[in-house]
């Protein structure tokens, strides 16, 4: 199962135990600026409708939590988004640290 699918299914059981009917979360998504309606609620569960990131990020507000959560990821998953972003400075802190050891080498 991919992202997106992941999600989708992730929308569709929380909406449902939510006791959220399609039209419910279409209103609360307006509310937040997206002007969805019911029928493009139900083609993004059954992913016949694409789904923006913003539109995720407002989701999964709506439902009081976040990406990683909605996409199962957990906290501390090498593949969260917040270990991926860390994962990303290291490495470029790492190369700095590189470079300015060599200039400072070379200039001793």
Known sequence: MNENDTFRQWFRDTRISAGLS?????????VEGFNLIQ???AKIE???RPLRLDEAAAITRLFGTTLDIALGLKEGDPN??????LAGRTSTLQR???VID???GGAA
């Open 80 to 85: 969260s988004l917040a270990a991926q972003q």
């Open 46 to 48: 059954r992913g016949e």
């Open 102 to 104: 060599a200039e400072l």
């Open 22 to 30: 399609q039209q419910k979360v279409a209103d609360a998504l307006k």
């Open 96 to 98: 700095i640290r590189s």
């Open 39 to 41: 029928s493009q609620i």
